[in-house]
């Protein structure tokens, strides 16, 4: 889906495609609730360039997805469940062969307190984010600019 779209994608199978189960790109937005989504030859969940997802009741996988349960790049977010369904255990959860769920990646920058650290920075990752830190503290800093508002 993409294009500025938005769907619901609610109690469906979605198994063996090609790429992903569902992939959202280009400023779209899609509530994916109460799927089974496995066997995807890519991600179970792919939301992308400025587009989000909200999971509101818990998905399962039952055999993995070839990368990710849900993956999120490039200025994207998702938000609601992912590691624990309904059950409440790990079993009942989006996943994949690469892990449950992938931001990008992150880059931790620690400055100490002692003289001569007033700041530090400024600092940048691969992809051209940057923070000073000021005058002392730690920052974590998400490569694709994604929202991880999930659990």
């Known amino acids: 889906m993409g294009r500025s ?9 979605l198994s063996n495609n090609t790429r992903d189960g ?3 790109i280009r400023a779209s937005q ?3 609730s109460s ?11 792919f939301v992308i360039e400025n587009s989000g997802v909200n999971i509101d009741a818990a998905n399962t996988t039952t055999s993995n997805n070839t990368g990710f349960g849900l993956r999120c790049l490039r200025g ?17 959860r989006l996943n994949g062969n690469s892990g449950a769920k992938s931001f990008g ?5 620690t ?5 001569g650290n007033a700041t530090f920075g400024p600092v940048a ?26 659990n």
């Open 22 to 24: 569902v992939r959202t």
């Open 105 to 109: 990646t992150m880059l931790t920058v």
């Open 111 to 115: 400055v100490a307190p002692g003289t």
């Open 35 to 45: 799927n089974t989504i496995n066997s995807n030859g890519e991600d179970g969940i």
């Open 76 to 92: 994207s977010y998702a938000s609601g469940t992912v590691t624990t369904g309904g059950s409440g255990t790990a079993g009942d």
């Open 5 to 13: 779209s938005s769907a619901t994608v609610e109690s469906n199978t």
């Open 30 to 32: 899609v509530d994916v």
């Open 125 to 150: 990752d691969a992809d051209g984010t940057t923070v000073t830190i000021s005058p002392t503290g730690t920052v974590a800093i998400n490569s694709q600019g994604c929202i991880d508002n999930t």
